[in-house]
């Protein structure tokens, strides 16, 4: 059984940067595919970007070129960095783990305004 927390949101100006983290705990997080999905108010919940245990990535058309998904084994945890945010990024963002079963986090709010 994988536990996530994410952290790391907050109110941010457009155009500026948020580092999320989704930190694990029961079980090596490197064993399995992650992902960061989004959802905003009144809309259904979107994938935003995946990164498997080889390290290999995948991002959603919305946010390639802004977004960045890595892995730190050592710390277990995954990362999404946020650079050049819009505020249609304003979401709940919640971090999930495709093992057997599918493990999600409690999510962290980003809010892009000026």
């Known amino acids: 059984q994988v536990q996530l927390v994410e952290s790391g949101g907050g109110l941010v100006q457009p155009g500026g940067s948020l580092r999320l983290s989704c930190a694990a705990s029961?079980?090596?997080?490197?064993?399995?595919?992650t992902e960061w999905y989004r959802q905003a108010p009144g809309k259904e919940r979107e994938r935003v970007a995946g990164?498997?245990?080889?390290?290999?990535?995948k991002y959603a058309d919305s946010v390639k070129g802004r977004f960045t998904i890595s892995r730190d084994n050592a710390k277990n945890t995954v990362y999404l960095q946020m650079n050049n945010l819009k505020p249609e990024d304003t979401a709940v963002y919640y971090c999930s783990a495709q093992t057997p079963g599918r493990y999600w986090g409690q999510g962290t709010q980003v809010t892009v305004s000026s």
């Open positions: 990164i498997t245990p080889g390290k290999s990535t």
């Open positions: 029961g079980s090596t997080i490197g064993f399995y595919t």
